[in-house]
């Protein structure tokens, strides 16, 4: 057996549980922000701006499988639905891969634009489901508080990843 062929498998499984570790330390960031008062109704989807950055801006290839998981342990956490994480993370990353934007060339100044089409449209997705599933329409003012703090908060998100990003290029050189 070749030791290269040895060595790439298990650097790709050091990445993907690095990486899956860190999606499930978002999770509980979540989770944690409910104990807030402000964000009691409905917290902000941390995972789906990590999600995006991640696949859009850094280029990880996320698995399927890993996602899948980080869903089920989602809903089980937060009592929803079970697999409507699981489509809601599936469809972040499907429609950031493969939704080719005009002009869309690591443009920093359309990213939210993007970001706020691909998040509604896969929460919009969920949404129906979940009305499906449940058979009632439920209250709108937690919904569209959650979009909206998602939406606000993902520049903030950004421009932290981007100051780790310099500190880190400047503590190398």
């Known amino acids: ?18 990486f899956f570790i860190i ?15 402000f964000f ?13 950055i991640c696949v859009r801006k850094l280029s990880i290839n996320i698995s399927n499988l890993m996602l899948f998981t980080l869903g089920i342990l989602y809903d089980v956490l937060f ?3 079970l697999g409507t994480s699981s489509l809601f993370f599936l469809l972040i990353k499907y429609m950031t891969q493969h939704i080719n934007f005009k002009h869309n060339n690591n443009n920093n100044n359309k990213d939210w634009f993007y970001f706020t089409i691909i998040f509604t449209s896969s929460f919009f997705i969920k949404f129906i489901f979940n009305v499906f599933l449940n058979m009632k329409i439920p209250d709108f003012s937690p919904i569209l508080f959650h979009l909206g703090i998602t939406l606000i908060i993902f520049p903030f998100i950004v421009v932290g990843i981007k100051i780790i990003y310099f500190v880190t290029k400047l503590i190398k050189n």
Request: proline share 2%; net charge negative.
């Open 1 to 18: 057996m070749n030791t290269n062929y040895v060595f790439d498998i298990f650097s790709n499984f050091s990445k993907n549980l690095f």
């Open 23 to 37: 999606l499930f330390i978002c999770i509980n960031i979540e989770s944690s922000l409910k104990a807030l008062t």
């Open 40 to 52: 009691e109704q409905a917290s902000p989807s941390i995972l789906s701006i990590i999600l995006y």
């Open 79 to 81: 009592a929803g639905n």
